[in-house]
Structure formats: C-alpha cells, structure tokens
C-alpha cells in the first residue's frame, strides 16, 4: 500500500510577505489521513481553507486561495514543497494574508518539512492518472498533460529580453530530483514591473535576496543558481499548483508561457474531467 503521509512533528518559521512587507509567523503541523492541505489564519479566529481548486481566490502575480471572505496568497511554492515530499495532510497556520517569500523559492520550506520529518499514515494514497490527453490554450499559452507512468513536467517560456529568449527543461518529478533541480530556482521580475507595483503598494517586502530582477539588459542580482533558473522556477510553480488538484497526478504535463491563471484554470477543468482520469 502507497501510503498517505503527514509531518512528525510541528515546525515553524518567521519570513517576510512579498506584497505586504509585514513579518509572517508560519507553523506546519501534522494532520490526520483524508485531512488533506488546509491554511488557518490565526489571525482572523482560526479560519480554515482548504487548498483546492474549490476555493482559488486572486491569480495575478501569485496563486491565492480564499473562503468566506478570508484569503491567502503565495501558496505555490510551499505547495510544491509538501507534494514533492510526499505530505499530503498538514495543517497550515499562518498570522498574515501571505505565505512568507523566504528567499524566493522552494528551498527553505524543502528544509523545514526535513527537520520535522515525514512518517506515514494508516491510509492509502489516492492518485489521479492521466489516461488521455487533457489541454488548454489561451493565445500563445498553452498547456496540456499527457499519459505517463510517472509524473513529469516540460516547460518552456520565452520573453522580450535577452537573457529569456528561449528556455526548456524537463524534470521528471521525484522527491529527489525536485529538491536538487527545481526547488532552489527563484521566482523572477523584471525591474520596470517592480517599479510599477511599488507604486501600487504592491511588492512591498521583495528584495534582491528573494527574487531575481532583470534590469534592461542582464540580473540585478549577483548570480543565478542555475543557468536555466527562469524556466525552472516556472516547473515549481506549475507543481505547486497542480497540488490544488487534491491528489498526486500520474501524467506528462507540458506548458509553454502559462503562468499562474493558466495553471489554475487548468486544475480546476482538470478536477472535473472525470472521464479522462481515474483513481
């Protein structure tokens, strides 16, 4: 039996929201099989959201998730972080409207799921395996996910700069490999947009310590962590939101210059394309 998995034991952490500014308190606790993902704003008297398609909130910069007028932002990369360990119940307590950025990638919170330590449950896993090919496209963006005995991601993007013309990567996605080749990628801006959301109180806590900033020519930053960390930090976020599909998925997903709407308005069609999946 593939079983269901939880953390060990809580573990927290302090970080920085990237919109507000504001310092985040941030706790990932155990949770009981079938419990599945949910974030609880301690701060608003314990409200709980489930993270699923069902409750998808704003899908601008970042994926949020909202419920009785109570929202959270920036859940991607945490999410990519516990599916790609395994943790599929835990539950998520946080004192602010954000998910704290770290450094701007899946790396930290890689970190705290390992010092807390996984341990399985008394429950089966559910998967959901792609059995025909599901797609969507909007203009030039495209996604789409493929039969495959294993779950992998091919991406690729291309923007007007010289550093981004063209980049592609496949990964296969394996606990190990998403920690040593997806997690560490930064989410990345570019400096004329960080100006424009600084003006509209936006970005507030972003820094060159948790993003990558491309100026006209090159990074602001001193270095990249991969050559190719654009494109790869793009497979993170369409892991993290593919977690809010509810289950594991066995299939091929391809995507070119989707971005975050995409990614969840895929989930959610993909949810309810019951006839092309099975458990």
Same mark, same amino acid.
């Given at each position: 039996?593939?079983?269901?998995?939880?953390?060990?034991?809580?573990?927290?952490?302090?970080?920085?929201?990237?919109?507000?500014?504001?310092?985040?308190?941030?706790?990932? $606790?155990?949770?009981?099989?079938?419990?599945?993902?949910?974030?609880?704003?301690?701060?608003?008297?314990?409200?709980?959201?489930?993270?699923?398609?069902?409750?998808?909130?704003?899908?601008?910069?970042?994926?949020?998730?909202?419920?009785?007028?109570?929202?959270? @932002?920036?859940?991607?990369?945490?999410?990519?972080?516990?599916?790609?360990?395994?943790?599929?119940?835990?539950?998520?307590?946080?004192? =602010?409207?954000?998910?704290?950025?770290? !450094?701007?990638?899946?790396?930290?919170?890689?970190?705290?799921?390992?010092?807390?330590?996984?341990? #399985?449950?008394?429950?089966?896993? $559910?998967?959901? $395996?792609?059995? #025909?090919?599901?797609?969507?496209?909007?203009?030039?963006?495209?996604?789409?996910?493929?039969?495959?005995?294993?779950?992998?991601?091919?991406? =690729?993007?291309?923007?007007?700069?010289?550093?981004?013309?063209?980049?592609?990567?496949?990964?296969?996605?394996? +606990?190990?490999?998403?920690? +040593?080749?997806?997690?560490?990628?930064?989410?990345?801006?570019?400096?004329?947009?960080?100006?424009?959301?600084?003006?509209?109180?936006?970005?507030?806590?972003?820094?060159? @310590?948790?993003?990558?900033?491309?100026? @006209?020519?090159?990074?602001?930053?001193?270095?990249?962590?991969? @050559?190719?960390?654009?494109?790869?930090?793009?497979?993170? !976020?369409?892991?993290?939101?593919?977690?809010?599909?509810?289950?594991?998925?066995?299939?091929?997903?391809?995507?070119?210059?989707?971005?975050?709407?995409?990614?969840?308005?895929?989930?959610?069609?993909?949810?309810?394309?019951?006839?092309?999946?099975?458990?």
């Amino acid at each position: 039996m593939d079983a269901q998995r939880t953390l060990r034991r809580q573990i927290s952490c302090v970080g920085i929201g990237l919109h507000s500014g504001n310092k985040v308190n941030l706790t990932l $606790k155990p949770a009981s099989p079938d419990f599945g993902i949910r974030f609880r704003r301690t701060d608003l008297g314990g409200h709980e959201i489930p993270a699923t398609v069902n409750h998808l909130g704003g899908i601008q910069l970042a994926t949020g998730l909202a419920r009785n007028e109570v929202s959270v @932002e920036t859940v991607e990369h945490l999410l990519a972080a516990l599916l790609s360990t395994g943790v599929d119940n835990v539950l998520v307590e946080l004192n =602010s409207p954000e998910v704290p950025i770290m !450094d701007g990638s899946a790396a930290p919170f890689i970190y705290l799921i390992h010092e807390a330590g996984v341990k #399985r449950l008394q429950t089966s896993r $559910k998967y959901l $395996k792609i059995v #025909r090919p599901i797609a969507i496209s909007r203009g030039d963006k495209r996604i789409a996910l493929y039969p495959s005995d294993h779950f992998k991601v091919t991406y =690729s993007i291309s923007y007007d700069h010289p550093l981004l013309r063209h980049q592609s990567r496949t990964v296969r996605i394996t +606990e190990e490999s998403f920690v +040593e080749e997806v997690a560490p990628a930064r989410t990345f801006t570019f400096l004329k947009d960080v100006e424009m959301m600084r003006q509209n109180g936006l970005a507030l806590g972003g820094s060159l @310590e948790n993003a990558i900033v491309l100026g @006209e020519t090159g990074i602001l930053n001193n270095a990249l962590r991969f @050559e190719d960390e654009f494109v790869r930090h793009k497979i993170l !976020d369409a892991v993290g939101d593919l977690a809010l599909v509810g289950y594991p998925v066995i299939g091929h997903l391809v995507a070119h210059r989707a971005g975050h709407a995409l990614h969840t308005e895929f989930a959610r069609s993909l949810k309810h394309e019951v006839r092309s999946t099975k458990f």
